[in-house]
């Protein structure tokens, strides 16, 4: 056999080792299916490959450094999986290689200089990691015409042919970006100057001829009424808007909170957005106003991807509102309590939407220049995509924190009921404990498939010890087979009742929280349908003072399974 695609299909379960066996291998397609488990190693067996398929699946573990081995390896795609550990430095052997592709894989460490060794390499895509550490100069590499380095933690400058040679958002996302920027920016400012001095001249007359002619921008102001859309073609104007809800219409309303009311519209270049229209007693207060443009300015900011992208905002005398990213299977909240959706939403897509909410709430209150709490975290706010992926929605609810004041207070309750912390009844702190709490409410209802507080209230009694695990589970759904997906299942339970602890002091942080998600996973202590509540409870304790994440949370013991 020289070629096996198997790809676009719904196969499970890990990719066989005897693949291995395949010696006349040339071409192998398994992409987007639903493989788990980790990458076999017998693939390095295979000497005759060159493509090698394997991206958009749900495969874990390590890239074993054995395709390495594969000399003849000149397509290597492996992004949008569960994969953790480092970029293999025998990957550098690979000098056939053209294509390499490992975005979107929760890979951490530096990126391998032996990287500058693929002399062939066209295509190189590592964005969405956790990568570390500088970024090669890949002097070596002069056939390479597409670069992406974005939203990784890489610090240090951007080597000068890099900046040269790729746009800034092949960079953007890391601390190495920022960097590099004001000294980009810093080394361009003589010469735009010189260039601006000679075009006055001549600008002047020639905005003096058009000046009587009206033009519409992105960007408008008048009157003091302000605004602004991104990343969209042609001329949007506040009357598009309008038009485009018929004056905010009751029929273009998709929800409504204690901010305000969120409305679908369809833009005159033909793109959908959520309008995010804010209650008249904000848009009216003035002091509101320049708040709203300062937290606006450092939202625009924030860039990750599971919250939802901020595209604009709009201040008016007749409204305020917010431009976002529009979600087509709406809420968390209304999938849960829909018995013919919620079916769409199985253990395994659940489990992905509580680990990629952790990683948002993580990302903002210890990745942003200036921390974030969201202070309304709740399975409202959480919205899904086509694809049932989870999005969380930031604006108009969070507040910038500062972490070096004593003044991050609010005479605002703010918050859903039923997800608030329960400190907030006699201290009105804003701080990133509160979302950890919420956190933990929004985890357990995505696995019990309704709201847990019955559940957290009868833990706190002595009939909690009872609980068992899987009878609080969505009977919706069948009973968890795979052992990957029960392991997941364990480990939210577990980090939910520590999100939930009464004291904040001993809930753990959002970062810790979303370092369990890519931690090694090892097998259960005990079979899955004797885990009680309490078992995992108790487990915490342990964690939370340092121990490992998966023996607090009760996914192994010393005999394993």
Not at 292 to 299: G, Q, S
Request: aromatic share 8%; glycine share 6%; net charge neutral.
């Amino acid at each position: 056999m020289q070629d096996l695609d198997l790809s676009r299909n719904n196969f499970t379960g890990p990719i066989p080792s005897a693949i291995g066996k395949l010696m006349g291998l040339t071409y192998l397609y398994l992409q987007e299916n639903k493989f788990d488990g980790s990458i076999p190693p017998e693939i390095g067996n295979l000497m005759g490959l060159t493509n090698l398929l394997l991206q958009q699946n749900k495969l874990n573990g390590s890239i074993p450094s054995k395709i390495g081995n594969v000399k003849s390896l000149s397509m290597l795609n492996l992004r949008e999986n569960r994969l953790d550990g480092v970029i293999p430095s025998k990957i550098g052997d690979l000098r056939n290689l053209g294509l390499l592709d490992l975005s979107s894989s929760n890979l951490i460490g530096k990126i391998p200089v032996e990287l500058e060794n693929l002399t062939s390499l066209i295509y190189l895509d590592l964005h969405n990691n956790s990568l570390s550490g500088s970024i090669p100069t890949f002097k070596n590499n002069s056939h390479l015409v597409r670069l992406d380095l974005s939203y990784n933690h890489l610090k240090g400058p951007i080597p000068d042919n890099l900046r040269a040679a790729f746009p800034y958002t092949s960079f953007m996302g890391n601390e190495a970006h920022r960097r590099s920027s004001v000294i980009h920016y810093t080394r361009m400012f003589v010469l735009l100057a010189t260039i601006l001095i000679s075009c006055v001249v001549l600008g002047s007359c020639f905005l003096f001829r058009h000046a009587t002619k009206s033009v519409q921008s992105e960007t408008t102001e008048k009157n003091g009424n302000f605004l602004s859309i991104w990343n969209y073609d042609g001329r949007i104007t506040y009357e598009d808007i309008i038009n485009a809800t018929e004056d905010f219409d009751i029929k273009y309303c998709i929800g409504t909170g204690g901010y305000g009311s969120v409305y679908r519209a369809q833009l005159p270049n033909g793109k959908v957005v959520a309008l995010k229209k804010l209650h008249h007693f904000e848009a009216e207060d003035p002091s509101f106003n320049k708040s709203f443009r300062n937290e606006v300015k450092h939202l625009t900011e924030v860039r990750h991807r599971s919250i939802i992208k901020l595209h604009g905002f709009c201040l008016h005398r007749r409204c305020m509102f917010l431009i976002y990213e529009y979600m087509e299977r709406g809420s968390l909240f209304h999938a849960l309590r829909d018995d013919v959706t919620v079916v769409e939403l199985d253990w395994s897509k659940r489990v992905d939407l509580v680990r990629d909410t952790a990683h948002a709430l993580s990302y903002m209150h210890h990745d942003c220049a200036q921390p974030i709490v969201h202070r309304d975290i709740s399975s409202n706010i959480i919205l899904l995509n086509s694809k049932m992926q989870a999005f969380v929605s930031i604006f108009g609810t969070a507040r910038l924190l500062d972490l070096d004041s004593s003044s991050n207070l609010t005479a605002n309750m703010a918050g859903t009921y039923g997800y608030i912390a329960p400190e907030l009844a006699y201290a009105m702190v804003v701080n990133e404990k509160r979302d950890v709490y919420s956190f933990g409410v929004v985890a357990m209802e995505t696995m019990m498939g309704e709201h847990p507080a019955d559940v957290v209230s009868v833990l706190l009694t002595p009939f909690g010890e009872n609980i068992m695990l899987h009878k609080i589970l969505d009977p919706r759904l069948p009973y968890p087979r795979e052992n990957s997906v029960a392991r997941s299942i364990v480990l939210i339970i577990s980090l939910a009742l520590a999100c939930l602890s009464a004291n904040p002091k001993s809930r753990p942080t959002m970062k810790r929280v979303s370092e369990a998600f890519v931690a090694p996973k090892l097998p259960l202590a005990k079979p899955f349908h004797e885990i009680s509540l309490a078992q995992l409870r108790d487990y915490n304790r342990s964690w939370l003072e340092g121990g490992s994440t998966e023996a607090s949370s009760g996914l192994s013991d010393e005999e394993g399974s």
